[in-house]
């Protein structure tokens, strides 16, 4: 049998003390079309497909040496060689 646990104490938090909410905020937030969730950034038909795949440890590093957003950088960087190149 449990025996009953005293409450934690509650603090109270001063809403002047919450951050402010910028622009980049609400640019990388989601939003809500109904039960729909559309994300924002990306533009209307730009639909992308959550996959695994395996590549050399030495491109992965050069692409994740140029910090935040690299797989974006890789998938354009793809999207280049299908210009010039049959994946076929």
């Known amino acids: 049998m449990n025996a009953s646990k005293a409450g934690s104490a509650i603090t109270w938090t001063d809403p002047d003390d919450a951050p402010e909410l910028s ?14 969730l559309v994300r924002r950034g ?9 996959t695994t795949i395996r590549f050399d440890d030495d ?4 692409f994740r040496a140029t910090g935040k957003g690299w797989q974006t950088r ?3 960087a793809l999207k280049d060689w299908l210009k ?5």
């Open 74 to 76: 890789m998938n354009d």
């Open 42 to 50: 990306r533009p209307a038909g730009s639909r992308k497909t959550a």
């Open 23 to 36: 622009d980049e905020f609400f640019e990388r937030a989601d939003e809500y079309a109904g039960e729909n």
């Open 84 to 88: 010039t190149h049959s994946p076929v």
């Open 59 to 62: 491109v992965l590093a050069a």
